[in-house]
């Protein structure tokens, strides 16, 4: 992740007054909406309750502590200050275990094999092309025989522009402005970060390539329209053979 997102996002978890919807990059009236990601990553996942499943950039575990629930084992990584929410809250449940890093840094050695992945509105936070490579490098050995890993919330410039210019989206872009401009900022304080990389089509057609390149099988699937993002953002979801 970009040193100055992955910064940033350590400062907006330590915030006590924000939420976890909010740490997370989303705004407070998208709750109700943020609450379906969860089965639609079960069922993307194939999720079982025989699975060990490494969230990375797990954030304050919006994500990560309901999916507990449901597979044997589940790693978080992020920013210490994220793993410090995920750890008060998760008390008790003896199947959660944390990694406070930059995914960029970590030794994938240390972290072991994961028969599922899940690395959900990251990687638009990466600095460029080359990093998004490394990302996915080292993250694809981390992903058992069999197992699956589901890249979901990708932003895709290209497709935003689409549905904005659409009839739906021509009529909903104001009143979406509206909800926006009448949230509380959650970036006070925090730092522009202009070395990003480009989300687009030939950035998913990218990642597909690549994947497969590796000796696996990739799918590009799209995100249902009640999530929070669902107009604009789709998912990749890559297989490891048996």
């Known amino acids: 992740m970009s040193l100055v997102s992955f910064e940033n996002y350590r400062k907006k978890a330590k915030n006590a007054e924000l939420s976890d919807t909010e740490i997370s990059g989303r705004y407070e009236f998208q709750v109700e909406d943020e609450r379906r990601i969860i089965p639609d990553v079960i069922n993307k996942l194939d999720l079982q309750p025989s699975d060990c499943l490494l969230d990375i950039g797990c954030g304050p575990g919006a994500l990560l502590l309901p999916l507990s629930y449901r597979v044997e084992d589940i790693c978080g990584v992020d920013n210490e200050s994220a793993i410090k929410r995920i750890r008060e809250k998760s008390k008790g449940l003896d199947n959660i275990s944390t990694v406070v890093g930059n995914f960029l840094d970590l030794d994938p050695s240390a972290l072991g094999l994961y ?128």
């Open 115 to 242: 028969s599922k992945i899940l690395i959900y509105s990251v990687i638009h936070y990466l600095a460029s092309d080359d990093e998004l490579i490394q990302f996915l490098s080292k993250a694809l050995k981390l992903l058992a025989p069999g197992g699956r890993m589901l890249i979901g919330d990708i932003p895709n410039s290209n497709k935003k522009l689409r549905y904005e210019q659409s009839p739906l989206g021509l009529s909903q872009v104001e009143a979406w402005k509206h909800k926006v401009s009448n949230t509380r900022p959650t970036n006070l304080g925090l730092s522009a970060d202009s070395d990003l990389i480009v989300i687009n089509d030939d950035c998913y057609l990218h990642i597909l390539k690549f994947a497969r390149s590796q000796g696996f099988e990739s799918y590009l699937l799209p995100e249902p329209e009640n999530l929070p993002f669902g107009r604009t953002r789709d998912d990749i979801l890559i297989i490891a053979h048996q």
